[in-house]
């Protein structure tokens, strides 16, 4: 048995490692949700809520961490056009994933059009240019793939809030399989590269445990913009 076992680790090898960041991103996430649970609770006690508006706010943090990959309501996608931030991106991303799969987390140009007009999304510098010009500007104008980096862009300037380009140029050079997200390898390989410095594994785990909001044990595009971006870069 004991053969077998180390057998396994080295034919497993890095894989071990990703999966066991999958199970600390799992109970990293419970302990998050018993304090959250905890520290909303006691608002709930005294004093009572002081509008809807703060009732929903904690009924959103209670619900999202119990259902992270539910699809976002008509209410929660009007309330992210107001202030775009991780939540938004979140909520976007869940809307373009859901028209996508796991195999082919792509959508085709003039779906990816359709669903940002659907979302409210037509135009872009004060109105004045149609927004699917700027994202045929992102994808290049043979590439009829459109990939959530490039979908969430293209709100981005559409809001008058642009993401630098340098995010999505990172996160493209580093998903090595096009899959949408960077596994602990990736991810390794990217904080060596972002922030020129040598890293554990302790110290990779930590980190994808603290930014993998739907712990799968990866980090998807919104993770590393709410990591970077929306954090001013540390």
């Known amino acids: 048995?004991?053969?077998?076992?180390?057998?396994?680790?080295?034919?497993?090898?890095?894989?071990?490692?990703?999966?066991?960041?999958?199970?600390?991103?799992?109970?990293?996430?419970?302990?998050?949700?018993?304090?959250?649970?905890?520290?909303?609770?006691?608002?709930?006690?005294?004093?009572?809520?002081?509008?809807?508006?703060?009732?929903?706010?904690?009924?959103?943090?209670?619900?999202?961490?119990?259902?992270?990959?539910?699809?976002?309501?008509?209410?929660?996608?009007?309330?992210?056009?107001?202030?775009?931030?991780?939540?938004?991106?979140?909520?976007?991303?869940?809307?373009?994933?859901?028209?996508?799969?796991a195999e082919s987390p792509v959508m085709a140009f003039g779906k990816a059009v359709d669903l940002l007009s659907e979302l409210n999304f037509n135009h872009y510098g004060d109105g004045h240019y149609p927004l699917s010009h700027y994202l045929r500007e992102i994808v290049g104008p043979k590439k009829q793939d459109v990939a959530f980096p490039d979908f969430i862009q293209a709100i981005s300037i559409s809001v008058s809030r642009p993401i630098p380009l340098v995010y999505k140029q990172v996160f493209e050079e580093m998903d090595k399989d096009h899959n949408g997200r960077l596994d602990a390898k990736e991810v390794f390989s990217m904080m060596k590269e972002v922030n020129n410095k040598e890293y554990t594994w302790n110290e990779i785990e930590e980190f994808l445990a603290?930014?993998?909001?739907?712990?799968?044990?990866?980090?998807?595009?919104?993770?590393?913009l709410s990591a970077y971006y929306f954090n001013g870069g540390e």
Request: charged share 30%.
């Open 1 to 101: 048995k004991q053969w077998y076992q180390r057998r396994v680790a080295i034919t497993a090898g890095i894989s071990l490692k990703e999966s066991h960041v999958s199970v600390r991103s799992r109970l990293y996430n419970v302990e998050k949700f018993k304090n959250v649970v905890k520290e909303e609770v006691s608002k709930l006690r005294s004093p009572p809520p002081n509008s809807d508006s703060e009732m929903g706010n904690i009924t959103e943090k209670i619900t999202d961490l119990v259902s992270p990959h539910r699809l976002p309501s008509k209410e929660e996608l009007q309330e992210a056009r107001k202030k775009f931030n991780p939540r938004a991106v979140d909520l976007y991303l869940k809307v373009f994933n859901s028209r996508t799969t």
């Open 210 to 224: 603290a930014i993998d909001h739907d712990h799968d044990g990866t980090m998807d595009y919104g993770e590393m």
